[in-house]
């Protein structure tokens, strides 16, 4: 039931999204492969400029792990003070867990060389933290991550590539050290982004 309900919420944004002059949409699904297991992924990110210093974002995630599945839709006000940098605080629901509400403050910066993303999850016993940072050599980014899920606490290189001009598809792969469990982990996806044309 707490499915159902996420993906309603995830429906009524991408329309009310729509209907507001949506700005952005980053669709992403990836692999998380860890001891044996391949765990499916999917994210969807929006975003909704209001003026230049304020907008709305709306986050949301799906994990497929067989047994353990689990959802959260998320949403709040994002705040640009400097060109490049964009500061929000998003808070939903998600499944599958003992506590209903969920809160993440995130970091976003790009400029012509650099870029990096930084999300902190809080809620119920699935803290989840992801940290990247890139630089940009045309179609590539070359990069870390640092991610928490739980208790586990991963590290590793990541890396980038862009193709296909008028509707740009990247390809990732990221590998990990689980410094927790002490083993290899990775995480191999895909994701495309759609902008409003002014």
């Not at 509400?101 to 993303?117: D, L, M």
């Not at 740009?168 to 410094?179: A, E, G, H, K, N």
Request: a positive charge; proline letters at 4%; hydrophobic letters at 40%.
């Amino acid at each position: 039931m707490k499915f159902r309900t996420i993906l309603l919420a995830l429906l009524a944004s991408i329309v009310s999204g729509q209907l507001l002059g949506q700005t952005f949409f980053k669709l992403n699904e990836y692999n998380i492969i860890d001891d044996g297991r391949v765990i499916p992924v999917m994210t969807l990110f929006s975003a909704q400029s209001f003026s230049e210093k304020w907008g709305m974002s709306a986050y949301f995630y799906l994990n497929g792990a067989k047994g353990s599945s689990w959802g959260e839709g998320l949403a709040g006000p994002t705040w640009m003070p400097v060109k490049g940098l964009s500061l929000g605080f998003l808070a939903g629901f998600q499944s599958n867990e003992d506590q209903l509400w969920r809160v993440s403050p995130i970091i976003n910066y790009s400029s012509q060389k650099f870029s990096g993303f930084a999300a902190f999850e809080y809620g119920g016993k699935r803290h989840r933290w992801d940290v990247m940072a890139f630089y940009l050599i045309r179609n590539f980014k070359f990069g870390g991550e640092f991610i928490r899920f739980y208790q586990m606490y991963a590290v590793g290189p990541r890396i980038e590539f862009s193709f296909c001009k008028k509707q740009p598809i990247t390809v990732f792969y990221s590998q990990l050290w689980d410094v927790t469990h002490d083993r290899p982990s990775a995480m191999i996806g895909i994701y495309t982004s759609f902008s409003q044309k002014k």
